[in-house]
């Protein structure tokens, strides 16, 4: 087994576990945060298998931003309810053992990553910025273009369902009107 | 640069390459434009003309089918394939495209007079119809595993805002909440056969997957189970089928309309071109590849299991249902049953039957949602005692239904029949070319139990339609002459279909390819016909 195989396989168990915790966390930011750790290991699974890029995206993306931003919304619809909440009280030291663990082997992880790089191995394998982009805009053109489709209606439907000014008026209009 | 690959056109040369495809996407194109137009004109509308964008979405509905029967001949001279074999546009996916196209007009016009959806902002409304029409057409047509699955999900997530789209009604949110975890599940599993499916191909096209098809392993098998998952999701086949009674229920009547004929049409649609290579139809461009004797037995078992379950599930939960949504969801996945038993026999005559069977289901299926929604509309009840006595209510309605429902069963003279006729020669002529004929007949004999069964309900309505007299507690349904008309049009749709098939056998011959041999492929945005190689991890620098 390579040194990449080591990373790649500690990586994908740290991501297996860590989105298991996220399914039995007791709270929801604990999930997300579970959820933060699993996407760390799929970024060095890829990284392993020679997608630096795609791992900086993962963690520039969906960590950085997606997680992040559900961070806020969780915390911004929690805040009035905080109180009632046991779960946000300070974890108890068996509580914090999880992801303590998961968070060091990661780091681990990483360590040995660092190391490879510096001894100089690599997959001999890697897939550029230049290689995606070509990948992307030629061959599957049509897939990013549907792609913007999606990302159109998932507005449409956030903007559908999440329009309170709408609802009220709507509310009205239903006291009268159906049967 | 990816070693290997072919990339050797210049930038400008490949984009005239691309857009000289284009006159194939010009029919998508206006769909696009239609999504775009609707949202930015509701801005100015104020609620209570909201309504009004629905003239854009039949406009755009209308040149997208004007544009694809220009089309038409030309594909069916040669199919065109565009961005590096993603699309394929031959006469099957044309067909299908022309289907829900006719279909969303369809649904748009009801839409139009929904009691359900009135006084709402509908310009979301019809950007997500469409969108839903543009990404089934897509499906119908995707030669590619990526595109395969970003059409599924497009046309899932729009159906799931569809669903729920009165979000101040209890069960419409309920329904849709139900039909997102069904279907995250579903495209997870089937996200998860295309990927092991990718790492066994090494490559995204389905012409490869097809060569794939041609070596014995399980656990290609395992793949085909996997993507079952999903087909069966979107055909609402057992077991995936739970979410259609809540979901039809629950949505606005016209988006259950949608749902059971375009979304459903769309999950055979892929399916049948997915497996039309390892079942040994020459659909089109694509080469058949003979599957070893016991991998294709064991598909077909799958296949054969999962039909009767499917029809012998939803024709006996039928049998107790006292809402006519619900009613028809079963009866929906019961049909989904008959389709599915069809595909077994794995020829071209199934494929044509199917076809044909679908146009016979969806003006049936259009036709009842509609006469529910206009029953709703006056009664205020989806349950069938609405329907109790309405042949004094209004006789033209009562036998339209009546015909529709009639056609549902498969009963002579309706274009059901036909259509039921066709499924079973299909069968009968594979069991009499094959050594395991039993294995063919059986099915037909499951099937023609089924249908004895689904007369029980389907008689039903119209017996309380035609001998009961109108419940006193109820209001008289007075429908307007336009729904009257239209229904009335439906059943002289169903039975003119009877009396004279051959231009619709025709046409669903001509959409299967049996009587096109393909001469070329004109093949768009790509030099050799070979593509790129994908971005797989062996690639060097």
């Not at chain 1, 309170?164 to 159906?178: I, M, R, S, V």
């Not at chain 2, 006084?119 to 997500?128: C, V």
């Not at chain 2, 020669?425 to 069991?431: D, I, N």
């Not at chain 2, 070319?433 to 249908?451: C, G, K, M, Q, R």
Request: proline letters at 4%; glycine letters at 6%.
């Amino acid at each position: 087994m390579t040194l990449l195989a080591v990373i790649f396989y500690i990586a994908a168990a740290v991501a297996i576990l860590a989105t298991g915790a996220v399914l039995f966390a007791r709270n929801a930011v604990n999930a997300v945060l579970y959820l933060l750790v699993s996407l760390f290991g799929v970024a060095l699974m890829m990284y392993s298998l020679g997608g630096a890029f795609v791992a900086i995206l993962e963690i520039i993306v969906y960590a950085g931003a997606i997680v992040v931003l559900f961070l806020f919304v969780i915390m911004m619809l929690n805040i009035a309810r905080i109180e009632q909440h046991k779960d946000l009280q300070p974890p108890t030291r068996p509580q914090l053992l999880v992801p303590v663990i998961l968070a060091l082997v990661l780091m681990a992880d990483l360590g040995i990553a660092i190391y490879a790089a510096a001894a100089g191995v690599s997959s001999g394998k890697t897939i550029t910025v230049t290689a995606i982009g070509e990948t992307l805009y030629r061959q599957h053109y049509l897939g990013v273009e549907l792609a913007s489709l999606v990302l159109l209606i998932g507005l449409i439907g956030a903007l559908h369902l999440g329009s309170a000014a709408w609802f009220t008026h709507q509310k009205e209009a239903n006291q009268d009107g159906t049967c | 640069m990816i070693s290997g690959a072919p990339v050797t056109l210049s930038l400008e040369a490949s984009v005239l390459e691309t857009l000289r495809g284009f006159y194939a996407l010009w029919p998508y194109l206006i769909l696009v434009a239609g999504i775009l137009l609707v949202l930015v004109v509701d801005w100015f509308q104020s609620s209570a003309k909201s309504q009004r964008v629905s003239w854009i979405a039949l406009l755009a509905c209308l040149g997208s089918a004007v544009s694809l029967t220009k089309l038409w001949p030309t594909v069916l001279d040669r199919p065109v394939l565009l961005g590096w074999n993603a699309l394929v546009f031959d006469p099957f996916s044309v067909f299908f495209s022309l289907f829900f196209l006719v279909a969303t007009f369809i649904v748009i016009t009801t839409s139009r007079t929904s009691k359900e959806l009135a006084g709402r902002r509908m310009g979301e409304y019809y950007a997500l119809l469409l969108t839903a029409t543009l990404s089934a057409a897509f499906l119908a047509a995707s030669q590619n595993l990526v595109l395969l699955y970003l059409s599924f999900e497009t046309l899932s997530l729009s159906s799931y805002v569809l669903a729920g789209y009165a979000k101040d009604r209890r069960e419409g949110v309920e329904s849709s909440l139900k039909y997102v975890l069904f279907g995250a599940v579903a495209s997870g599993i089937m996200l998860y056969g295309l990927s092991l499916l990718y790492g066994m191909v090494g490559s995204l096209e389905l012409r490869d997957v097809a060569k794939m098809a041609s070596q014995p392993s399980l656990s290609f098998l395992l793949v085909m189970v996997l993507l079952m998952a999903g087909f069966a999701f979107k055909m609402s086949a057992v077991p995936f089928h739970f979410w259609a009674p809540d979901v039809y229920q629950g949505a606005p009547t016209p988006v259950t309309a949608y749902l059971s004929v375009v979304s459903k049409a769309a999950g055979f649609a892929v399916f049948l071109r997915f497996a039309a290579p390892m079942l040994g139809v020459p659909l089109f461009s694509q080469a058949v590849e003979e599957m070893p004797k016991e991998l294709l037995f064991a598909f077909l078992s799958l296949l054969w299991i999962l039909a009767t379950l499917t029809m012998t599930f939803g024709n006996l939960v039928a049998l107790r249902q006292t809402d006519i949504k619900r009613l028809l969801a079963y009866s929906s996945i019961a049909h989904a049953g008959y389709m599915l038993a069809a595909i077994v026999a794995h020829n071209q005559a199934a494929y044509e039957a199917v076809v044909f069977y679908f146009v016979a289901y969806a003006i049936a299926n259009l036709g009842l949602f509609f006469a529910a929604q206009v029953i709703h509309a006056d009664k205020g009840t989806f349950d069938i005692a609405g329907f109790r006595g309405l042949v004094h209510d209004s006789p033209v309605l009562a036998a339209s239904i009546a015909v529709l429902l009639w056609s549902l069963i498969g009963l002579p003279p309706s274009a059901g029949f036909m259509g039921k006729f066709f499924l079973f020669v299909a069968l009968v002529k594979q069991g009499i070319a094959s050594s395991i004929a039993s294995f063919y007949y059986v099915l037909v004999l499951i099937a023609l139990a089924n249908s004895v069964i689904s007369l029980y309900y389907y008689i039903g309505i119209i017996r309380q339609m035609a001998f009961y007299e109108p419940s006193t507690m109820l209001p008289v349904c007075r429908p307007t002459f336009t729904a009257r008309f239209g229904l009335a049009t439906a059943a002289a749709l169903i039975v003119a279909i009877q009396l004279y098939w051959q231009p619709l056998t025709d046409l669903s011959r001509a959409a299967t390819g049996s009587k096109t041999p393909v001469r070329a492929v004109a093949s768009y945005g790509l030099v050799n016909s070979t593509p790129p190689r994908n971005l797989a991890v062996g690639d060097q620098q």
